[in-house]
């Protein structure tokens, strides 16, 4: 880590590279358009998919897995979703030594194989609503790739769900928004936008799409997270059907949702800074990281006890601990490689702390450092993880807001989107939104659900609009 | 699940698969070989990956995620190994809608991507040992298949290190096969047989395969975990390098080692009976299933009552309990439900019962029924999910060693094979071995670690031998 990342002033995509590969959070595979995701950006995942997969099972969720790979057939049963893929879709033609009678898709997305099954096992209103979630690896064919961002192989979660009614669809899409909305907010300290997308923006196959929109450090848009009222589109193409209570069959209504590892992605972008990583507590792998600093070898023995009973009573209060106890590089270096990889706490304890009966802690939100009684420590430190979790979340919604600006006017918006989020009343057509994109390269991130009410005038058009929108530029 | 399985006497074949798809563990997919795991066997998988994960991280492990593809170049690389392969592989030629300049592989097994980057992450002896894991899915072309005993696609878990010598990476093989003969033994309760693959059975690209055999309830073996000593072989293929402490480039020794889901099919076959599953309790998903027995109203309300606070405190004791409180179907149908998905213990719980202040237990691995007090019943619980989890590994062991035999003529290995296992000396030849599979269908099973020492006559050729195997028909 002897290296500096790029200084985020002097070019934002460079910084964010740096930084996930510095932190090794990830690696370029030598595979086009694929990453490695290396062992301390797979331990965050794992944080995100704990979060995550708690939340999932207390709403009645359950997981299942589903084939890697779709017969082409399927794919092209639902008009709007072949369409949208089509582009991007990754083609197995041989298997075991032959050409295949069929070719086989490898999944960029499970609602055709999965309404497959559904069709099979639904039989009654008594079997709805089925609630099932998959957490797997889908491929979509991308050009230009960025670590986390835009992968051609990535990791996600895809829920998919059959209800009775329309009413009970809906509902679940918007509970699972709010699912990751709680989870963005809470565990990842990011604020989120939650809305609709335009149709323009919809998922190829749904009727109405919802997305919670974040705003990166760039003050770019990142979409975080998506989730889907299918309506019965899929269930018609795949004769998912059911029996009501009065004996006739009925189609039924679904949902699906994902959020996938460009989560991480937007940790890395709401919280870094030119010295690297600032992960949230709640899903930093390391929390507190201890650094020994000694030059005798008999301090060296009296620190190294000192730090064996301070790791285990962090590690009874529930914290997770890292002693870094590498004996060919500094402190100093030390200091540098963990403010790199985003580790919220750092404990310091040398001669002097130990003869104080103290330790220096650090801050990597703020940089503070201040001395905190040995015995103390295992008190104190969940407290000042809480309190880092909320600085993060409060930090990151100032800067949202204070660069997301209403506005009434063309000239206004062109202004505005060009380094922040715009937010203007919207009439709706799909002209006015294609005249913003080509014009701004900013595009409709969604129509947030909190509204001001009342009508304004299209921001493009000047026809009256009953929603404002999101417009941002956006990865 | 009015409907019975197949008697194990009658078809074991066939009562395997019916157990499988009426327990509702998995599904066949409509894409040829594959499977659909559904939730109550993907319940059974995660205990199986939380438990295996957890040993993984005490022993110093961390989990990675590599690529789903692999240029066909490299599978190349490693002469045994793409033999062993090639005629197993599916091919993606097409992404994108365009043709590929080289095909890429959906990955049988991640050795060659991940020395890829090992290569490249791996500079000194301080960056050894390198320990990863990862969980993921790989593709075998099959063409006869059986539900999570051999499917194209399968889920599983990879370990892949790298080591400055030999023998740490020999200790290392050995060690994740003691990993997953503990795993195997205690969570699983299934008694397993550690050693060493014959040379025509190692993996392909090892210099020694480890494994974990175990006996089915047809005394058939399967081979249920493999670790790996892979020496240099992809180290050389692929230029894995470190520098040593005298500053001189040497190769790194390596292993790789892997359970799949295979081990639900283990899980099945093992401790199943014509009722259907029987699940360990380490391992089952739900441990206790509560079923409310009323006729009237007014006692509905109190058992559901009485129900709430019993799986309240069940809870607070740890346990995963379920309450079974459909309404369309009768206590009889419920517990025969509940049988054939080897929940370990039923509550149930009638106005009798309610009366008398206690509840009816039943065992499933026993059947026996008994009375507990209400209010003895969270804290007993614990002790006899302890109980039958014993009993069952146990009763596993017992089976296994009945039908294991050590033969001293080729008469009694034919005769001993046709139904269970042989133990007998063997001089290592591979003519030896191949007679055995050719004319009696029995492979190599393993070289048990546990050996009698001393020599004796090979069961085939009669010439000296100083081991002996385990001869049996496999899955």
Chains 1, 2 share one sequence.
């Not at 992968?151 to 829920?159: A, C, S």
């Not at 963005?184 to 997308?197: C, F, H, L, T, Y």
């Not at 430190?381 to 209403?406: C, M, Y």
Request: glycine share 8%; proline share 5%.
């Amino acid at each position: 880590m002897a290296e500096k990342v790029t200084p985020r002033s002097e070019d934002y995509s460079r910084w964010y590279t740096d930084v996930v590969q510095m932190a090794e959070l990830a690696d370029y595979a030598p595979v086009k358009g694929c990453m490695v995701i290396r062992p301390y950006g797979y331990a965050l995942w794992e944080n995100v998919q704990a979060g995550l997969d708690r939340r999932f099972k207390e709403t009645g969720h359950q997981n299942a897995y589903f084939p890697l790979f779709i017969p082409e057939s399927f794919i092209r049963k639902e008009a709007e979703h072949v369409e949208g893929f089509a582009p991007e879709l990754a083609v197995v033609t041989h298997g075991g030594g032959e050409k295949l009678e069929e070719p086989l898709i490898v999944r960029p997305t499970s609602e055709t194989i999965i309404n497959t099954m559904m069709a099979k096992w639904i039989r009654s209103y008594r079997d709805l609503p089925l609630l099932l979630n998959q957490w797997c690896n889908v491929v979509r064919w991308e050009m230009r790739t960025r670590l986390f961002l835009r992968t051609t192989e990535f990791l996600w979660q895809e829920g998919h769900t059959a209800h009775a009614t329309a009413e009970e669809a809906e509902a679940e899409a918007r509970r699972m928004l709010d699912v990751y909305t709680d989870f963005a907010v809470n565990d990842a300290a990011i604020p989120v936008i939650p809305g609709r997308k335009s149709d323009t923006e919809r998922f190829a196959g749904a009727v109405r799409s919802y997305t919670i929109e974040a705003m990166m450090g760039d003050k770019r848009a990142l979409q975080s997270g998506t989730s889907h009222f299918l309506g019965q589109n899929f269930a018609r193409a795949f004769g998912t059907q059911y029996l009501d209570r009065n004996n006739e069959l009925q189609y039924v209504w679904q949902t699906s949702w994902g959020v996938s590892t460009r989560m991480i992605g937007a940790i890395v972008m709401v919280h870094g800074d030119d010295q690297g990583l600032i992960l949230p507590p709640v899903l930093a792998p390391i929390q507190v990281v201890i650094v020994p600093i000694w030059r005798k070898d008999a301090e060296k023995e009296a620190i190294t006890a000192a730090i064996a009973d301070l790791r285990g009573r962090l590690t009874s209060a529930g914290v997770r601990v890292r002693v870094d106890d590498r004996d060919d590089v500094s402190p100093g270096f030390k200091f540098n490689d963990w403010e790199m990889r985003g580790v919220p706490l750092r404990v310091e304890i040398g001669p002097r702390d130990l003869a104080a009966g103290q330790v220096t802690l650090a801050r990597r939100d703020t940089g503070e450092k201040f001395p905190v009684p040995m015995a103390d420590l295992a008190a104190r430190v969940p407290g000042l993880l809480k309190d880092i979790q909320a600085s993060l979340l409060r930090r990151a919604t100032e800067f949202r807001d204070a660069n997301t600006h209403e506005v009434s006017t063309w000239g206004e918006l062109v202004e505005v989107v060009a380094d922040g989020f715009a937010r203007a009343w919207w009439c709706g057509s799909a002209e006015c939104e294609a005249k913003i994109k080509e014009e701004t390269r900013a595009t409709t991130r969604c129509i947030p659900f909190e509204q001001p009410g009342g009508t304004g005038k299209c921001v493009v058009c000047g026809a009256e609009a009953r929603e404002q929108a999101i417009f941002a530029r956006a990865y």
